[in-house]
């Protein structure tokens, strides 16, 4: 299995940015899909997570209303979309793939990608 994390950059506040994570080596249909993060010195924490056809979705409260989490199963590839980018938001992202619904917990997930850096300026 493989998750290849892309889209990261520099950005200045109120920016936008969207990542892309693009599944091989899994049906990736039969997987629900999330989006985690890391900032230095911090734990990974959940950002969002999308069912296996894309009808439900969640969010942390920290991104609620200016993430989005999408994906199209046609080209194996879930997506966050970035809006109104805080400096806040500066962390090394991590699609994640689990064949459950509704986790934010690390542990729950066993599929890793490696990361893309997103870095907010204020």
């Known amino acids: 299995v493989q998750l290849q994390a892309s889209g990261g950059g520099l950005v200045q506040a109120g920016d936008s940015l969207r990542l892309s994570c693009a599944a091989s080596?899994?049906?990736?249909?039969?997987?629900?899909m999330s989006w985690f993060r890391q900032a230095p010195g911090t734990e990974r924490e959940f950002v969002a997570t999308i069912s296996w056809s894309g009808g439900r979705t969640n969010y942390a409260d920290s991104v609620k209303g200016r993430f989005t989490i999408s994906r199209d199963n046609a080209k194996n590839t879930v997506y966050l979309q970035m809006n109104s980018l805080k400096p806040e938001d500066t962390a090394v992202y991590y699609c994640?793939?689990?064949?459950?619904?509704?986790?934010?917990?690390?542990?729950?997930?066993?599929?890793w990608g490696q990361g893309t850096q997103v870095t907010v300026s204020s």
């Open positions: 080596g899994l049906t990736f249909s039969n997987y629900a």
């Open positions: 994640a793939a689990n064949p459950s619904y509704g986790a934010t917990t690390v542990g729950k997930y066993g599929y």
